[in-house]
């Protein structure tokens, strides 16, 4: 059975970078499109950046564009999420997921296997 684990949250400043890590366990992730999602205090879960299987396309919000880079690496089964210029605004738990569609939209209903999520916090 898939197992997801996220890690690599933390407390960040303004201006600073991340790296969130996605490690799959029971499944090869392969042939499966992931995701990283997040969700805020009071807010709803929002698609961050999604990664594609065999094609390797990828989607980034427009919130994250130009700062956030999804990447896989397959030998570690693992999924990463590069950080960079973090804000304010990027504060909430962030959670990977995969999908069991072939061609899902980077939004949360789409995705079936979530991970406990990471807290990622930037203030000074």
């Known amino acids: 059975q898939l197992q997801l684990v996220e890690s690599g949250g933390g407390l960040v400043q303004p201006g600073g970078s991340l790296r969130l890590s996605c490690a799959a366990s029971?499944?090869?992730?392969?042939?499966?499109?992931i995701g990283w999602f997040r969700q805020a205090p009071g807010k709803e879960r929002e698609g961050v950046s999604c990664i594609g299987s065999t094609d390797g396309s990828t989607y980034y919000a427009d919130s994250v564009k130009g700062r956030f880079t999804i990447s896989r690496d397959s030998a570690k089964n693992t999924v990463y999420l590069q950080m960079n210029s973090l804000k304010p605004e990027d504060t909430a738990v962030y959670y990977c997921?995969?999908?069991?569609?072939?061609?899902?939209?980077?939004?949360?209903?789409?995705?079936?296997?979530w991970g406990q999520g990471t807290q990622v916090t930037v203030s000074s």
């Open positions: 997921a995969r999908s069991r569609l072939i061609h899902p939209m980077c939004t949360p209903r789409e995705y079936h296997n």
């Open positions: 029971g499944r090869t992730l392969d042939y499966s499109r």
